[in-house]
Every structure is written in C-alpha cells, then in structure tokens.
C-alpha cells in the first residue's frame, strides 16, 4: 500500500497511538469522555503522528495511475519510387476507410529507408527500402503501446538494411500487408554480378565470372560484353527457359600496371523493361609481381599435389613446394600441411610467421598437437588432440561472406566424396568465419569443416581434416574439368595473401565501389603508427580526381569514426580518391564509379511471396492492392479491437505528496486550536 509494507502500517498505528496516548495520558487518566473535545485533539494528535511514521518507513511512496486505452492500429505505406502514383492514390483512398474504423486509433506513418510520421517525406530516401526498419519501429511501439495490428502497403522490394525475413516477430500482433506492384515476371536481362580477384599480376591472365539473369527472353540472343581496360570481350547467349540464370567467364590479360575497371553490359535485350540493371562495373588493381605460395609438408600425402596443381593452372601464383624441414625462404602464403605441430621449433616458426603478418592455411593432421596451436593462431574449441577420425562429406556456407558458389559450383560441392575429419568440437575463432560446414551421413550439421580469421595482420584458415584430393579427382573423373576444387583453393590462398597485408600508414575505407548520383559517399582516412594503432593526430588530406585529371579537395571531418569525409554532388563516371598525410610521406589510392542507377529501380518486380511470408509468421494476412476493398473484412476477422486496461506506477518523493503533507498540517494545526480553545495550549 503506497509502497509501504503491512508490517509498516501496524507499527506506525501502533506507534502513533502510543504517543498520542502518552501525551494525553493524564486526561485519559482522569477519564475524559467520549464527547470531551480533548479526544478529538487526541485523535488529530494520533493521524498526525502515524502520517509522519508512514514517511519515515518509505520516503519514496507508489501511486498508481489506470485508465482504458483504446487499442492503435498502426498503418505504413510504402513511400519508395517502386510504388507507382497509381498505387498510391488507391491506397489512399483505402487509408481513409481504415481511419473510420470504430474502437480503434489509427496512427499513420510512412516508409522507406526510414519511418517517418504519416503525411510528411521529409528525411526520407525515397531511392531506398528498408523493410526491417518498419518491422523494428513496429516492435518499439508494441513494446510500451497496446497495438492491435499492423497494416502495411509496399510491393516487398527490399535493397537496403537486414532481411525482414530475420526480424524478430511481434508478439500477438497481426500484420496484414496490402501487395502493390506486379508480381509477375517482367522482361528483363540484368547483370547480377562480377567475381574476380581484387588485385591482378601484370602479364598473368585472370578469371571473370559474370552472372546474368533473364527473364521472359526465351530464344532472344544476348550479347554479354565485357570492357577490360582497351580489350573488349564477348559472348552470346540464348536463355532457354523464361527464368534463366547463367555464369560466363572471360580471361582477361593485363597490360599495364594500374586499375583496371571491369565494365559488364547485357546488349540486344528488345523489349527489357527494366534497363538499369543491365550494365555493373569493377575496379581490378594490376601490379607487377606474383605472389609467392610455400607449400610445405610433413609427409608426401596427394592434397599437397592436388593444392600444387590447382594453384599452377591460374598462373597467378609462384607455388614452391617442398619438405618442412627443407625451406628456409620467404612467401606470402603459407599452406601447411601434415604438420603435427609436436617441436617446440615447428610452433616457433608458425608464430613468427603470425607475428609477421603473413597469410597462412592449416591443415590438421593425426597426433597434432592443437593445444601449443591454439595459442598462437588463437583457435577455439577442444583443446586434446584429434585421435579418433570419420567420413564427412563437405556442406558450403551459402552466408559466407568473401564469395559465392553458383548453380553449377554448388552441385558439384554438393556431390564431392568425403574426407577424414577429426571427431571433435571444433569451434569459430573470435571474429572468424565458416566456410565449409560437416556433413554426416547426408545431414547438415553446424560444425566447421574449414573457417577462415585473422589474427592482428596476419590471416589464418584451417581445413579441420585431410582428404580433398578426393574432391579433385572425383570432380575431373565426373566432368573432364576440376572448375569448382580449383577455384576453391586459388580463391582461398588469394583472399588469405589480400588480407594478410600489412596494415597501411594511410588507408581509405569505403563501404563499396560503385555509387548512385544520390547515394551518400562516405570516405574515411584512417592513419596508423609504426605499430599499426590508429592516430587521430595525424594530420591527413583527401583529393577527389575524376577521369580528366582535375583535382578537387574533399573536406575531413574528425567524427567518432575518424576522419571522414562526405562526397556528394559527383555526375556518372569514373573516379580517384587519393589519401595521404600532411607530410606527404604515405599515400593510398581508390577507385571508384559512380553511375544513375538507383537501387530502388534495378528490381521493380513486387516480391508477394516474402509478404506472405510475413503475414503468415504474424497469424495475420495477405491481399493485393487490387482486392483492397476487403481490407475492412480482413481487419474485422484478424484484429480483436478491445478496449485494454492501463496501469502506471509513479515513484513519489515524501515532499512531492503535498495532498499527505497538508493533512499533517491540518491534524497538527486543528490540535493546536483545540488545546487553545480549552486554555490549554
């Protein structure tokens, strides 16, 4: 009561009734009576006392506020330029209905990289789509509002922030979501995208794999072209079916240090309705020299001729292969194989390589000595040594971050043999990431079979097993060619020697290499020390080139990112960004190509399916725009519109309680008046 215990109320009844009567003890003693005005005096004495004894038991007292809120129906509409003026005129309309709804309040908002207040665009990208932020602000306010629903109009075309699909549901609350837009398969030839290697050697040809979609061009020839710095490369391809995917790969050799930019265009597309997603550009950077691979083994075992042979045929890499004990050289990948990692001089060489900041790639092997590794490499998991091995057959993580495996990679990996991999519980290394996963007896299971980190400069994989030469003859026996095994080990050694670079004086971090006109670049400048820490204190510059040579100098900021600076106002076309310290001795250089291509248009298809999705994980449901005139019925059948109950606690100080206060005033100053009135004060 009040927060104040009951143990708290009897004392202080008790107490005050106590010193009510001792102050009045020689009236009571000489038998006051019950019409006397003494007891009145008494009594105000009493509730003067126990009020002043309650405060003294909690000064900090509890009032509790009820009342009943009508529940709130919250409404989004999608206001990106997916969604055609069309749509939103007939969604209007249907808003207004919504609004009549009785027993309900309806709170109004729009969206679309962000949720703003019904009525208003302002702050607002109307060139972007955030879905998850309409599921997130939804989830704020059922978290303190009693919501009903939640109805939401987009098309489901969604190109920035987390999958929605990934957002936690909203507890007991349906959300019916309108479908704008046209589901159906619309004409379209798009260029998904370009893999290739971020760094190329001078002389040394390199793979470029494009990956084009179609749509509804069934026996339409189409010419995918591909402009590599003066060489211009093609190839023709017919879709078969009306949803057609295909891969093309093109050998590209440079011939000249530099960068490169890759530029992709889908020609000949008649009728496409959708050109803007029919060209994408890369920047390649070409350098004179080749990367060295030490590929150094314990024991003759056939991975190492089948790692040896893959690396050779892409001929980016100088391989050397030889016996552990028989290398002394320099390299800037490892591959360490049959290693037991049992010398005290094995474990001295794999750390200083780390302490170097070279790229490495462990393989385990029998009897290896994980405890004395984990300590170097920074492993996780079990710290004995394998001894007990089985069969696992290899499952790709399709989230992997660094690269993807097409249709035709992914069921070849999906056929390879298996390997010998140790019975035990491997774990991810702090800030690592999977890239194979254990397959046992055709189930998935979530253990690593490869992971890939880094540790300060240096990048370190492990193959927790030996075997693969398995996958490489299996693959060559079923299809005359070892395309996926091969690109596997070259994309491997190639991403592990980029990132084991050694941190740069001066860098540019950005979050892309392709921009719309209305996207927001950012470009920070991070500078370091000699031991590689970031140095705010560095003075630093930033100049923005564009392709004629003209030289504009970008504004830094020091923000709680770093050095930052905001580009904006650039045309379509190709530019250079140059960083480098006030003094000049240390610079970094970035490409970058900025084209009119918004993300909300290179997809205008409506994505119906991920609503109903979503409709369905909420209990709600799912109309198209065409059908909105059901809306009502849908919102009287999924929403229960009851008028809710609401409490509210309040924590109040002793001299916030004036209401409390001034009855002690009152009892205190009516006992005085009394006792003056008898003549007695």
């Known amino acids: 009561m009040l927060g104040v215990p009951v143990i708290g109320w009897i004392i202080s009844f008790l107490s005050a009734a106590v010193l009510a009567g001792f102050q009045y003890y020689q009236w009571i003693k000489d038998g006051g009576g019950v019409k006397s005005p003494w007891l009145w005096a008494m009594l105000f004495r009493f509730f003067a006392w126990m009020s002043l004894l309650l405060l003294l038991f909690n000064p900090w007292w509890i009032r509790v506020k009820q009342w009943v809120q009508d529940p ?17 005129q007939q969604w ?16 109004a908002y729009n969206a679309a990289d962000a949720v703003v207040l019904g009525g208003q665009l302002q702050g607002l990208d109307t060139f972007h789509t955030n879905m998850s932020a309409v599921l997130q602000h939804a989830s704020g306010i059922a978290s303190t ?8 109009m987009t098309d489901g075309i969604n190109n920035s922030g987390r999958n ?19 589901p159906s398969p619309q004409i379209d030839a798009s260029v998904e995208a370009i ?12 793979a470029v794999e494009i990956s084009v979609k179609s749509q509804r061009m069934k026996g339409q020839p189409l010419r995918i072209q591909l402009k590599a710095g003066n060489e211009v490369l093609s190839q023709i391809w017919t879709p078969s079916n009306d949803q057609d995917w295909r891969r093309f ?5 440079p011939k000249s240090k530099g960068v490169m930019p890759l530029d992709v265009v889908v020609l000949g597309a008649q009728g496409d309705q959708n050109g803007a997603n029919n060209r994408q550009t890369k920047f390649v950077k070409v350098v004179d020299e080749r990367k060295k691979v030490a590929l150094l083994y314990g024991s003759p075992h056939p991975d190492v001729s089948a790692i040896k042979t893959a690396l050779e045929l892409g001929g980016q890499y100088l391989v050397t292969v030889a ?47 994980l405890p004395g590794l984990t300590k170097i490499v920074g492993l996780g998991g079990e710290m004995s040594s394998p001894r007990n091995w089985q069969e696992v057959q290899a499952h790709w993580n399709e989230n992997e971050l660094n690269w993807g495996v097409d249709e035709k990679e992914s069921v070849r990996w999906k056929g390879f043999p298996p390997v010998y991999a140790p019975v035990s519980k491997m774990a991810v290394p702090p800030g690592g990431e999977t890239v194979l996963y254990q397959r046992w007896s055709g189930v998935n299971t979530q253990l690593p079979l490869m992971v890939y980190w880094k540790k300060e400069s240096a990048a370190l994989a492990m193959f927790y097993g030996e075997g693969i030469w398995r996958w490489r003859i299996h693959e060559k026996a079923q299809n005359s060619d070892a395309m996926a095994f091969d690109a596997w080990v070259r994309r491997t050694v190639g991403q592990l020697a980029t990132a084991s670079a050694q941190k740069k004086s001066v860098e540019i971090v950005l979050t892309g290499n392709q921009f719309d006109v209305r996207d927001r670049v950012i470009a920070r400048v991070v500078c ?27 504004n830094l900021v020091k923000s709680m990112q770093g050095w930052e600076a905001n580009i904006t106002g650039l045309t379509p076309g190709n530019y250079q960004l140059r960083a480098e310290t006030s003094a000049g001795n240390a610079f970094d250089e970035k490409q970058i190509s900025v084209v009119d291509q918004p993300a909300e248009i290179l997809n205008t298809q409506a994505n119906h399916t991920l609503l109903k999705q979503l409709a369905a994980q909420t209990d709600g449901g799912f109309i198209p725009l065409k059908q909105v005139d059901s809306l009502s019925q849908l919102i009287a059948q999924k929403i229960v519109a009851k008028p809710i109950l609401k409490a509210q606690s309040q924590n109040l100080h002793w001299w916030d309680l004036w209401g409390w206060m001034l009855t002690i005033a009152v009892c205190l100053g009516a006992e005085w008046w009394i006792r003056r009135y008898l003549g007695k004060y």
Not at 145 to 152: D, K, L, P, R, Y
Not at 195 to 206: I, P, R, T, Y
Not at 249 to 253: A, D, G, I, P, T
């Open 72 to 88: 709130v129906i919250l409404v989004y509409t999608d206001a990106s330029m997916s969604v055609s003026r069309a749509d939103q």
């Open 92 to 107: 209007s309309q249907a808003l207004k209905k919504i609004r009549e709804t009785k027993g309900v309040k309806v709170e």
């Open 145 to 152: 509002t009693a919501v009903a629903g939640v109805v939401w």
């Open 164 to 182: 929605p699909q990934f957002e936690p549901i909203i507890g007991g609350v349906p959300l019916l979501v309108v479908g704008s837009g046209n």
């Open 195 to 206: 893999q290739s290697n971020e760094e190329a050697f001078l002389g040394n040809s390199f």
């Open 249 to 253: 790969s093109f050998n590209v050799q």
């Open 323 to 369: 016996s552990k004990s028989q290398f002394s050289g320099e390299a800037d990948v490892f591959v360490l194989h049959g290693w037991r990692m049992q010398s005290r001089a094995e474990l001295q060489q794999v750390n200083d390589w780390v302490a170097a900041g070279k790229a490495i790639w462990l393989f385990t092997t029998e009897s290896q000595n």
């Open 528 to 554: 370091r020390d000699r031991g590689g820490m970031m140095d705010d204190r560095i003075e630093r510059k930033l100049t923005l080139l564009n392709a004629k040579g003209g030289a504009r100098p970008m």
